[in-house]
């Protein structure tokens, strides 16, 4: 992993460690070089070595880089900017690349930056979030999965970065310069919440506070974030209402609803590496990585609501964490069946604890406390399913399809069509009547 390192050697943090899996990397393909609209920073798109310029200067930056040629750690650095085509700002996007990245992007993605749409008229507004700052809410009401905004980053750049300090601003400002005018005025606007103790430089400080997860480029295996006009401006929350995604073909960032949000109500997603721990954790988690306290609802709570918040958490992470013994203890209630008998104090607790009433436990739980967890939502639906059709429930089958069809849009499990067709049809399933025993409640 790449990181950087000031003059003495010492390690500093780099930005996007919450950043989400990597894309698939994959191989090759030149890159044309060149300009042909004066007035764009590269409006031919392809890799340029771009003037080093002071950064957040007005006018346009173009053409080649002397200074950056001596720019040589782990890989030589190009600046490309796509598409290759002169494009306006918004779908303009500057990448900080390492050798031959640029072309095995092109080979895996000849199209690349292929075309998207984003919702129109837009679902959101920016506005003023109180002491978070600027935030996201939506401006309509929206359900589970649906797009709330999609976007094209104003610039990439490795999460971890290993060079010289002095270098690495170098290559920065160089990535800033080589910006559309009207993208360096919006990155100028974005903040710098890391302040001097926690950010080597200024633009690493504003890139580390808003950088959002992209993956893994093609042609290196380290990861990428990148900065957006508006969905860099979405804050965290331990209970989050929306997820985001790098689709790297169309060089978009989508986000996406993944419970209902109301209209006017504020957009959150999680900047943790998992949600489900403790209060204190997370709050360590978030001033460690990240330098904020967070203040989101349920870091909010006080008393027993606080307390009953953490035992929650404790139960999504422990399921998450149980997955074997949560398969053995289902195998066994469909191989047993439920007692028929009321059952004694004892038993009822076994009872609770048997596969199916983990997995219902686990969805109320995540229920009650907004917090789906990503690992855990459709192993979860998958045995409630299941359950409910050994015992021909039809109603419930289809419910809990119902939710995992919507939940595998807003992850992007790709499994929604085999939800929306067991909702359809819950009869239907290879599971229906399997164990022809009533459950006792
Ligand atoms: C990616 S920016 C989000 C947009 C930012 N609020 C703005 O005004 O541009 C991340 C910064 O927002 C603030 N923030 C985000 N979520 C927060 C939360 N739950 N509690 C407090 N501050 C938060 C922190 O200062 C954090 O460094």
Not at 38 to 67: C, E, H, S
Not at 210 to 220: D, E, H, R, W
Not at 281 to 295: I, K, M, P, T
Not at 368 to 385: F, K
Request: aromatic residues 8%; contains cysteine; glycine residues 8%.
């Amino acid at each position: 992993m790449q990181r950087v390192r000031d003059k003495a050697g010492e390690c500093i943090e780099s930005f996007g460690e919450n950043l989400k899996p990597p894309h698939s990397s994959t191989t090759l393909a030149p890159v044309v070089t060149g300009s042909a609209d004066p007035t764009a920073p590269d409006a031919a798109g392809g890799i340029v070595r771009v003037p080093p310029g002071p950064y957040f200067k007005d006018g346009p930056a173009q053409g080649r880089l002397p200074g950056l040629e001596d720019v040589n750690f782990g890989g030589k650095i190009e600046i490309a900017v796509f598409p290759r085509t002169p494009a306006p700002p918004h779908l303009s996007t500057s990448i900080w690349l390492y050798d031959g990245m640029a072309a095995s992007l092109l080979a895996l993605h000849p199209d690349f930056p292929a075309d998207f749409s984003a919702p129109s008229p837009p679902r959101y507004e920016i506005v003023d979030a109180g002491s978070a700052g600027r935030g996201m809410v939506a401006s309509v009401d929206l359900a589970t999965g649906d797009t709330i905004a999609r976007e094209r980053p104003l610039a990439l750049f490795p999460v971890a970065i290993a060079m010289d300090m002095n270098d690495a601003r170098r290559v920065y400002e160089a990535v800033v310069a080589s910006m559309h005018i009207e993208n360096q005025r919006v990155l100028r606007a974005l903040k710098n919440w890391k302040g001097a103790d926690r950010a080597p430089f200024y633009l690493k400080g504003v890139v580390d506070t808003n950088a959002i997860g992209v993956g893994a480029l093609p042609g290196n295996k380290g990861l990428y974030g990148g900065l957006a006009r508006d969905i860099c401006r979405v804050n965290h929350s331990c209970s989050p209402n929306a997820r985001h995604s790098f689709d790297l073909r169309t060089n978009s960032f989508v986000l996406r609803a993944v419970r209902p949000i109301r209209k006017g109500e504020e957009v959150y997603i999680s900047y943790l590496h998992n949600p489900a721990t403790l209060r204190k954790d997370r709050q360590e988690e978030l001033l460690r990585r990240y330098g904020f306290v967070c203040s989101c609802k349920y870091c909010s709570l006080t008393g027993q609501e606080s307390f009953d918040s953490d035992s929650n958490r404790a139960i999504i992470y422990i399921r998450w964490d149980d997955r074997e013994l949560d398969e053995a203890l289902f195998a066994q209630w469909l191989a047993e069946g439920a007692p028929k008998t009321r059952p004694t104090a004892f038993e009822e607790l076994a009872l609770k604890l048997n596969g199916f009433r983990m997995a219902e436990l686990a969805w109320t739980t995540m229920l009650r406390e907004g917090c789906i967890s990503d690992n855990l939502w459709e192993p979860v639906l998958a045995r409630l399913v299941k359950a409910h059709s050994v015992l021909k429930d039809e109603k419930k089958v289809r419910y809990y399809a119902t939710k995992a069809a919507e939940l595998a849009v807003a992850f992007e499990a790709g499994s929604e069509r085999e939800w929306e067709a067991v909702a359809k049809n819950p009869t239907k399933t290879d599971w229906w009547g399997k164990r022809n025993r009533a459950l006792a409640t």
